[in-house]
């Protein structure tokens, strides 16, 4: 396991050493620290080049020292001087021969050893690859190490690299600019920006470029705009790309979303581009007028979310897929189209006129009880008879209702004429 | 119709011939009502079902070739008392109400009703399938002229039969009497029912019933109609209220 400190004795600490003895300690701290080990007793049989007994510390295969003596002063003995580690492992072998000279025996070693931070921003991991931790901002911590950027910069997923921040990404508002980064001034090399103006649906983006445009503009067989573009992509259109110095001035995608890719590769210059965007609501034409009627209100353009009503002439109904309707309202939609398509109006009739009980009725003009038409009603004289008129009048009115002049809708009754005969006695009998 | 003529045809279009027990008439007043006199509903006991009534002809067997007209109701007039000795005809009126309205042509026509409180002076016409001179019914509807006689010579004539037989009905004042002094011109039985009118201007309008008389066209005596201005509030009342 990994440990933050821990003690290291030679066998048979404080007794004299065995000989003919290997042992082997592997310590280990956890990653982002080194190991410090310090000796706070070390005597072991002091030889040249430490040939007999020795104890010899490894990080990996490389060999940081082999030590033995008794004194600090001998030469390889490791003093008071902590050893430490490259990284987070270190290890121990401890090697004794078959004999001791003399009678004077040794001791051996205690040592103490403690996980240290590694201070990764100073000091790379050597077995890493030359580049540095972070390539802006390192900031050390206990056991790893952060990076961060400087401003108008991110940090890319990688953790460690920093990127010019193109200000891209979703814009939603009605409205707004948008320039490339550093405008109007040098834009970086290497850069891939993307720029998506979304607004919602029913309205339309109206891009317009400043006339101070510049992409680096370069031709190679038959290809342009190599190097340096910008590519503005509006779904269901076939994607433009610019560059150059001519600005492209207003261009009127008709959708609610475009998307901007601007591009630099590692070489050339381009003082880049802006732009304001707006919006405008989508329009919904009106394919046709509306015979004996209106459409309210009488605008030159309609667009989304306006709301039309249609009214019919005075004598006139409402009429849509044959039926009638009572009233009629229809909102541009966000695609550009009515939610309901244009009524008719189609002249309205009155019916039938009721028939009139000892009369008749005739049409004086109109035909098909429309609008307008003339009726007659009269009694089947000289036997039935209006009390006050001869004849009445009725006309078609526009509440669909057989009227007389003065308004009224109901027939006259037709009355016996009493007491008149065809023949009259009187007239011959004397 | 003693004394009288043939009517042609078109002439009575308001003449109804009514059977019920005997000969009668009656004359439409409206599409839906018929009046005629109490005393020949008296016949049947008021009873609706054994009356008949027939329009639209002047002849009685062309007439009874079609049904009878659908009767809805009987009204006689509450001031007719029971007349089975015939001795009491003070309100002989009576209407009959049709099960369906009657369709209006040359043939059937509505008799006008009198303007309220109308003097009766003058001449009137008077129709019927009754009895003739020769003491047979008409099949042919007849009419006659007659002068309506002035309200005190007719009650001294009726006074003076009064004092011989003890069976003449009085004369009130809801009756009036036509006729000529010599007789030879009068209705008769058969004929009650039927119409007495009068004529202004253009129109005719039904002055009196027919409804009874001491003998038929006799010197003297006159014939003796229901004054039908005395009923008009009673005839609106029952329309209105049937």
Redesign the interface.
Known sequence: EDVLYGQVQSPLYPDPYPGDNHTQWDLKVPPGYKIQLTFNYFDIEPSADCYYDSLMVLYGRKVLGKFCGQRSTDAHHPGNKPILSPGNHLQLVFVTDDSNPGPQMHLGFSAFYQAVDVDECSSPVPSEDSDPPCSQICLNTLGSYMCACNHGYQLQADGRTCVLDCGGGVYKESEGTLSSPGYPNISPRGLDCVYNISVQPGFEVTLNFTHNFHIEQIYNKGHFCLFHWLLVTVPGKKPMKYCGKKSPGVIHTGSHNVQLEYHTDSAGQSRGWSLHYTTQRVECKLEKSISNGRVTPDFPQYFYRDYIHVRCDQGYKLMMGGKEIKSFKSMCQHNGKWHLPLPECKILDCGDPNPLLNGGVRFLSGSNNEYQSVIQYHCNEPFYAFRTTHSVKFTCAADRRWRANDNNAIIPLCYPVCGRPTVDLSKRDR | VLGG?T????????QVFLRSGGRGGASI???RWLMTAAHNLEHVKFAQEKVQVYVGNIHVSELVKSPSLAIASLHVHPGYKNNNLRTNFDNDIALIKLNSPI????NV?????PERDTELNGTG?VSGFGLTEDSLTADTLR?I?LPVVEQDKCHRSIETERKNRHDVAPLTGNMFCAGLPEGGKDTCSGDSGSAF?M?DD????VAGIVSWGVDCGQPGKYGIYTRVAKYLNWIQKTMDEN
Do not use: H, Q
């Open positions: 003529k009517a042609p045809a078109n002439s009575f279009p308001w007043i409206g599409d369709t209006f042509n040359m026509m509505p008799v006008c009703l016409l009419y002229r009118v004529k253009e129109t005719y309008w």
